[in-house]
């Protein structure tokens, strides 16, 4: 007669602290969405911001983000989780929303850089507003890559 062994609950990884968190996917997403996000930061600043309601919101979306990502990667570093499993809803829910938010203001940044190009004012601003849509929806991708990747982990 063999014995019946109770099935063995199903362990959840561990999730990354310290400099784990740089070489653990989909963690390693952070530090290029808060390169990228500020790189559309930085291009909406430089450029006369001639449409404010449109850019005004790509400029929130994006300070917001990177400044909420930073807090994320900092508490990844220092181990804040302590490996407790709401630690990967809240990291699902915030890019999984931040996604969405990236999306919009990537459009609308898009927009303002159809727009610019019509102005003949200075085509630097063009230029920068391409290259800030660029940043925009590299970044929306990497956050639609980190939910999606938590998610089916």
Known sequence: ?????????????????????????????????IFCGAWVWILV???SVSFSLLQGWVMYVSISSCLVSLLLLLSYLFGFHKNS????????????A???????????????????????????YYQLNSAASFFAFI?????????FSIYYK
């Open 1 to 33: 007669m063999a014995l019946a062994c109770p099935p063995a609950a199903p362990t959840q990884p561990a999730l990354p602290s310290g400099p784990a968190v740089f070489k653990t996917f989909p963690y390693i997403f952070i530090l290029p969405e």
């Open 45 to 47: 600043a430089a450029t």
């Open 85 to 96: 499993e709401n630690w990967k809803a809240l990291d699902n829910l915030y890019h999984s």
């Open 98 to 124: 931040t996604a969405i938010l990236y999306m919009s203001a990537a459009v609308l940044q898009a927009n303002a850089t159809i727009r610019s190009e019509s102005e003949r004012s200075s085509p630097s």
């Open 139 to 147: 970044t929306t991708f990497l956050y639609i890559l980190h939910a």
